[in-house]
């Protein structure tokens, strides 16, 4: 799981969208962020799909371009999203512009060249990320929904507004490492669970690259 630091494991509020931007599995790219817009064409593959307005949005600003680079014409709604394109999607949503960043050999499984590389170093740099009690990140691996409540949650909202988790979630124990972020994401309306009654969060359920856009787009505050 991601490492959860007690102190220093939450991030502080950060600002809107800016201009660097990549293919999620390809090299950076620039690209101008816009204001938001309604349900469109940008990809072929999500059309009537539920999160298709925040997708869209989240196009728009640059902090997704498509799966299938050169032509980026697919986002992928229904694949799950990984840790290196997580890590993408948080940078890209921050406005940080890694493209001249130094490598600082972090992670050993994170290598200078891979394309996603300057984005985990700036996450970490950062303090959204921790990686793993054996010192890895494991790019490859799935993001689950209690690891996305510690990535937003750091990297969205100020440490003066994390709360301390009451038991909200009747599947999320108060003592559980990702609990407080868990509730945050509750409170300020980023997330409303996985099932309303009893009112559950499932965090050891896979995020999807389709729920991914809602979740990002609600963090920034954004209203297709």
């Known amino acids: 799981m991601e490492r959860h630091r007690p102190v220093d494991g939450h991030g502080g509020g950060r600002g809107a969208a800016g201009a660097a931007a990549a293919a999620d599995r390809d090299e950076p790219a620039a690209v101008t962020a816009g204001a938001a817009?309604?349900?469109g064409g940008t990809f072929i593959d999500d059309d009537g799909n539920f999160h298709e307005p925040n997708i869209e949005a989240i196009a728009e600003l640059g902090i997704t371009l498509g799966c299938n680079p050169p032509d980026n014409d697919r986002y992928c709604p229904s694949d799950p999203v990984t840790r290196s394109e997580m890590s993408a999607f948080i940078i890209r949503a921050l406005g940080e512009d890694v493209t001249t960043a130094p490598h600082e050999d972090r992670f050993p499984d994170v290598s200078s060249d891979a394309w996603y590389s300057q984005s985990v170093e700036r996450l970490a740099a950062l303090g959204i990320t921790l990686g793993y009690d054996d010192g890895t990140y494991r790019p490859s691996s799935i993001v689950t929904r209690a690891e996305m409540a510690a990535f937003l949650t750091r990297a969205f909202i100020a440490q003066s507004d994390i709360v301390t988790a009451t038991g909200a979630f009747e599947d999320v124990?108060?003592?559980?490492?990702?609990a407080d972020f868990s509730e945050t994401l509750l409170v300020e309306g980023i997330t409303a669970g996985c099932?309303?009654?009893?009112?559950?969060?499932c965090p050891d359920d896979q995020v999807l690259r389709d729920q991914i856009a809602s979740f990002i787009a609600r963090s920034l505050g954004i209203e297709p």
């Open 37 to 39: 817009t309604a349900p």
């Open 195 to 201: 099932f309303p009654d009893p009112l559950r969060y």
């Open 173 to 178: 124990p108060t003592t559980a490492w990702y």
